[in-house]
């Protein structure tokens, strides 16, 4: 099974006193074994990089132990990038789903899971997927439920 991890599920996997983390967590060490092939969206990368280093915790996490815990999940989740032609296509769906804002970083990480016909998306934030089509929709899943 294919799996694409949207970066809410990694950072509650991440972060041991998240209120999501064990079953984050427990799918993540399943792409670790190798019992599923997890996957996320290139743009995902930014952004765990971003969320860990901004994160209202003491210590925040420094910029090298992000890019270090970034690196640390490439070694068995397969980074699916995206072309011009996937944004352009993503802008033109919210534009025409009239959704404004930073929704479309989600419609990203929905077309990367497209993309390579990911058998399911794992989000904490279903609401943000499940409003773009019916195929994410369908795919989209909590982990845990």
């Known amino acids: 099974m294919k799996v694409l991890f949207d970066t809410s599920v990694i950072i509650a996997a991440s972060l041991p006193k998240h209120p999501s983390h064990a079953p984050c967590f427990v799918q993540l060490q399943a792409a670790k074994l190798s019992q599923i092939q997890g996957c996320l969206s290139t743009h995902s990368l930014a952004e765990l990089y971003s969320v860990m280093t901004r994160m209202p915790s003491q210590p925040r996490m420094a910029p090298q132990a992000a890019r270090t815990l970034v ?5 068995y989740l397969e980074a699916i990038p995206l072309e011009t032609a996937d ?7 919210m534009t025409a789903l ?14 990367a ?4 016909s990911a058998d399911r998306i794992l989000t904490l934030n279903p609401s943000h997927f499940t409003r773009l ?8 899943q909590v982990p845990g439920q």
Not at 87 to 93: D, F, L, P, V, W
Not at 133 to 140: E, F, G, H
């Open 98 to 111: 009239n959704l404004p804002g930073g929704g479309v970083f989600d419609a990203l990480i929905a077309q």
């Open 133 to 140: 089509n019916a195929a994410i929709a369908q795919n989209t």
């Open 71 to 75: 690196e640390s999940y490439l070694q």
């Open 113 to 116: 899971a497209l993309k390579v």
């Open 87 to 93: 944004y352009q296509a993503e802008i033109a769906q």
